[in-house]
């Protein structure tokens, strides 16, 4: 059980950058994997971007590849999300989530179902 805020979300024009957190509330100790998912209107939920906490391993999605970077803060619990050259397909609501288990593959990684914790959002809007 762990608490997760973002925070970083606004409107922009494509092409610049931004940077969403995700603050947890416990120790980083306890959560194997954070993660980023997005969700445009009309459309499900996708994944962005994961980082398993211990070695810092890093997985994308290919829409993101090259452009948006997940990194952590051990010491102040935060995942972030480095978004550049944004364009409007990037427009969503941000959400992040944490895994406290283990994964039995690196599939794992992309399903957000794989993820029990979840924050309550927040949106990023890419004009063009």
């Known amino acids: 059980q762990v608490q997760l805020v973002e925070s970083g979300g606004g409107l922009v024009q494509a092409g610049t950058s931004l940077r969403l957190s995700c603050a947890a509330s416990?120790?980083?100790?306890?959560?194997?994997?954070m993660a980023w998912f997005r969700q445009a209107p009309g459309k499900e939920r996708e994944f962005v971007a994961a980082?398993?906490?211990?070695?810092?391993?890093?997985y994308y999605a290919d829409s993101v590849k090259g452009r948006f970077t997940i990194s952590r803060d051990n010491a102040k619990n935060t995942v972030y999300l480095q978004m550049n050259t944004l364009k409007p397909e990037d427009t969503a609501v941000y959400y992040c989530?944490?895994?406290?288990?283990?994964?039995?593959?690196?599939?794992?990684?992309?399903?957000?179902?794989?993820?029990?914790?979840w924050g309550q959002g927040t949106q990023v809007t890419v004009s063009s």
């Open positions: 989530a944490a895994r406290a288990a283990a994964v039995a593959s690196v599939t794992y990684y992309y399903t957000a179902r794989s993820y029990s914790d």
């Open positions: 416990e120790r980083t100790v306890n959560t194997y994997a």
């Open positions: 980082i398993r906490w211990s070695g810092g391993n890093t």
